[in-house]
């Protein structure tokens, strides 16, 4: 890892990588085709002139809703500037899924497009515990490519058929682990979200840890109070407190800490790290806290171009999240662009090609579909997103980009980035 000054990147206040719960949720479906527009398009192909149709699975609904609607946003652009170029001569279509935020949602909206569908593409999802969900009940042992738009949980490196565009989790802990020895600390409270993205990324911190752990326990979702974990974090008699949870929960936890009177130095996963944490909690209750969060590299042109054609649509600006995916939607189209055939078995043969470091870098869909277009095999190109340069490894993992924020004044302000 490389610890930098702050200036260049941009991340997202917020959680996109965790949920692992399993309700049953109803999904819906639309297919889009660029820009807003949708239309009930479900064969994965139509001749040899029609779009071609791949899937995803996101969280239209449920606690990840709000990352959901960003993805789509950011799937929309992609999808206006891929089929602004074309594929082949041909248009690319998403037939979307809803997770509802859950596992078990998430698989059946998966099954749906690839049992009925046919999608030999699935992009999904948002939560390291459906994108696994998904793979190992649906993907595993088909030909079908999943890439993952929004997961960081460490366990999707132990499964290299499953790909994702964000990064894992695990840069998160050995990050935190040196920014809370460099502030001079050698003893921690950690909680931990009581799930897979919680668990894997106290071990992970834990490993990288060289000081002592005096409070090392795990919490459940949606309690009504955790004022027993808040007491026995301060009964351990470290300094340093550490949060790997969601951010209603650590709301909670923090309204709780206040009231008590506690002021431990305070540090977060990405997962605590949002404006719903600001605004249910009181000025003052943060202050100094350090939180590693996802970023993208905003001092690029194309992540230039991406903002500035995201705030001119939605008159707000993209999250980190949103980059994903609209990086995960271009390498759909590059794949199905290097392949000799429409099939799960031919996408996955280039997928990792087309984001290689060996090839052409080429900044946008548009730059990295010519070098295809004119002859260049997958190999041939090394499609740099909007959210960095992703250059998948044999785990399906890409290079990431972190951005350390410390609370000042109850707002959250860049201090640092790191590159993977």
């Not at 260049?8 to 819906?28: K, M, P």
């Not at 690029?300 to 705030?311: A, I, L, P």
């Not at 662009?337 to 996408?347: K, N, P």
């Amino acid at each position: 890892m490389k610890l930098t000054g702050s200036a260049g990147l941009v991340g997202l206040t917020g959680l996109a990588g965790c949920s692992t719960t399993s309700n049953t949720t109803t999904s819906t479906s639309t297919t889009t085709s660029g820009g807003s527009g949708t239309d009930t398009t479900t064969s994965t192909s139509s001749g040899d002139s029609g779009p071609y149709t791949i899937g995803m699975v996101d969280a239209i609904t449920g606690s990840l809703s709000a990352f959901g609607e960003r993805n789509q946003r950011g799937k929309d652009i992609a999808l206006a500037d891929v089929n602004a170029v074309g594929v082949n001569g041909r248009d690319l279509n998403i037939t979307v899924e809803d997770s509802g935020s859950e596992s078990s949602g998430g698989v059946s909206a998966a099954q749906k497009l690839v049992n009925q569908d046919g999608v030999p593409f699935l992009i999904g999802a948002v939560g390291s515990g459906v994108s696994l969900a998904i793979y190992q009940s649906v993907i595993q042992g088909t030909d079908v490519v999943q890439v993952s738009q929004n997961s960081t949980g460490l366990g999707l490196t132990d499964f290299p058929g499953l790909l994702r565009v964000s990064p894992t989790g695990r840069t998160q802990s050995g990050a935190l682990a040196n920014i809370i020895a460099e502030d001079g600390y050698d003893e921690v409270a950690m909680t931990y979200v009581n799930n897979n993205y919680g668990s894997s990324l106290a071990d992970a911190f834990a490993n990288a840890w060289d000081g002592s752990l005096a409070y090392n326990n795990p919490h459940d979702q949606d309690q009504q109070s955790y004022a027993g974990v808040i007491s026995e974090m301060n009964s351990s008699g470290a300094d340093a407190w550490l949060f790997i949870t969601y951010q209603a929960e650590f709301a909670s936890m923090v309204n709780e800490m206040y009231s008590s009177g506690y002021e431990p130095q305070l540090y977060g996963a990405d997962s605590v790290s949002g404006d719903n944490v600001l605004e249910n909690t009181p000025e003052g209750s943060m202050e100094g806290m350090k939180v590693v969060v996802p970023s993208a590299p905003v001092e690029q042109d194309n992540y230039k171009e991406f903002v500035s054609t995201f705030e001119s649509e939605y008159n707000e600006a993209p999250t980190v999240w949103s980059a994903y995916t609209y990086d995960a939607v271009a390498i759909a189209g590059l794949s199905i662009q290097a392949a000799d055939e429409f099939t799960g078995a031919a996408l996955g043969d280039v997928v990792r090609d087309v984001t290689r470091p060996e090839g052409q870098k080429a900044t946008s869909y548009k730059a990295a579909h010519d070098i295809l277009a004119d002859g260049g095999g997958p190999s041939d190109v090394d499609y740099q997103g909007v959210s960095g340069p992703i250059d998948f490894d044999e785990n399906g993992d890409p290079v990431g980009f972190l951005q350390i924020q410390e609370v000042k004044n109850h707002e959250y302000e860049r201090i640092g980035f790191i590159e993977s």
